[in-house]
C-alpha cells in the first residue's frame, strides 16, 4: 500500500527553529508537495520538491531525499502566524497525489 | 471573485435530505477535484474532472454525485447521507493533471449529517 508519515503534533517557540519530516513509501515519485492548513481555512501551497537537494523560499525550505523516501520542511523565525497545520503530499507514478494526515504545529511565545 | 470559491460554507442536513454544494474557480484552470477532509485523516480524493470529463472515482459511494457542466464550475450532489459522512469537503483547481501542477483550494464547505 501506499503510506505517508508525518508526526501528529509539534509545539515551538516563537523566534525558534522547527523541522516537520515526512517519509513516504508510495509505488513511484514524481513530486512531493507541502501545503499549509490554518484552523478553518483551505490549503495553500508551500512548496514543490522533484529533486534532490533543498529548496529555499525566504523562512521556509523543503528538503528532499529521493533515495531515502524523505522530505523535511524546515520553518525559521517562527512566528505565532505559523501556526498550522502542514500537509505533505507525495506524486506516485500514476500522477495521483497521496497526502498525509498532516503536522498540527503548535507556537508558543 | 478570485481563486476558488465554494457555497455553502457551511451545511446540516437530515438523512433523507437533497443539497447540493458549488465550487467555482477563476484562475483558468482544466483540472477540479473534490476532496473529504476528516479530522486527524488524510484528505481523501473523490473526484477528479479534466476538461470536463471525469478521470477519477475513488469508489466513492453513490449518495454522492459530481457534476461538472464546464471547466470553472463542479457540483457534488448529495442524497441520502450517513452520519459518518460529516467533513469538510474541499474543491480544488489546477492548471492540469501534470505532475508539478499545484492545486489551489477552497475554504471549503463544513457538512454536519444528523
Known amino acids: 500500500g501506499q503510506n505517508i508519515d508525518q508526526p501528529t503534533e509539534m509545539t515551538a517557540t516563537e523566534g525558534a527553529i522547527v523541522q516537520i519530516n515526512c517519509t513516504y513509501q508510495t509505488s513511484g515519485f514524481n513530486g512531493l508537495f507541502w501545503y499549509q492548513q490554518h484552523a478553518g481555512e483551505a490549503p495553500t501551497f508551500l512548496s514543490y520538491?522533484?529533486l534532490d537537494g533543498l529548496e529555499e523560499k525566504g523562512r521556509f525550505s523543503s528538503f528532499l531525499s529521493r533515495s531515502k523516501g524523505y522530505s523535511y520542511l524546515l520553518l525559521k523565525e517562527l512566528q505565532m502566524k505559523d501556526s498550522a497545520s502542514y500537509l505533505c503530499?507525495?506524486?506516485?507514478?500514476?500522477?495521483?497525489?497521496?497526502w498525509g494526515a498532516g503536522t498540527k504545529l503548535i507556537i508558543k511565545p | 471573485e478570485t481563486g476558488v470559491t465554494q457555497t455553502p460554507r457551511h451545511l446540516v442536513m437530515g438523512m433523507t435530505n437533497k443539497k447540493s454544494l458549488k465550487c467555482e474557480q477563476h484562475l483558468g484552470h482544466n483540472a477540479m477535484y473534490w476532496y473529504k477532509q476528516s479530522a486527524k485523516k488524510p484528505l481523501e480524493l473523490m473526484f477528479v474532472?479534466?476538461?470536463?470529463?471525469?478521470?477519477e472515482n475513488n469508489s466513492v459511494p453513490s449518495r454522492f454525485s459530481p457534476e461538472c457542466p464546464n471547466s470553472s464550475h463542479l457540483f457534488l450532489h448529495l442524497h441520502t447521507l450517513q452520519p459518518e459522512d460529516s467533513a469538510l469537503y474541499l474543491c480544488?483547481?489546477?492548471?492540469?493533471?501534470?505532475?508539478?501542477?499545484?492545486?489551489?483550494f477552497g475554504p471549503g464547505t463544513r457538512l454536519t449529517v444528523t
Open positions: 520538491n522533484v
Open positions: 474532472y479534466n476538461f470536463k470529463e471525469q478521470t
Open positions: 503530499a507525495v506524486i506516485d507514478s500514476n500522477y495521483q497525489l497521496i
Open positions: 480544488a483547481s489546477s492548471q492540469g493533471l501534470a505532475g508539478g501542477d499545484e492545486q489551489y
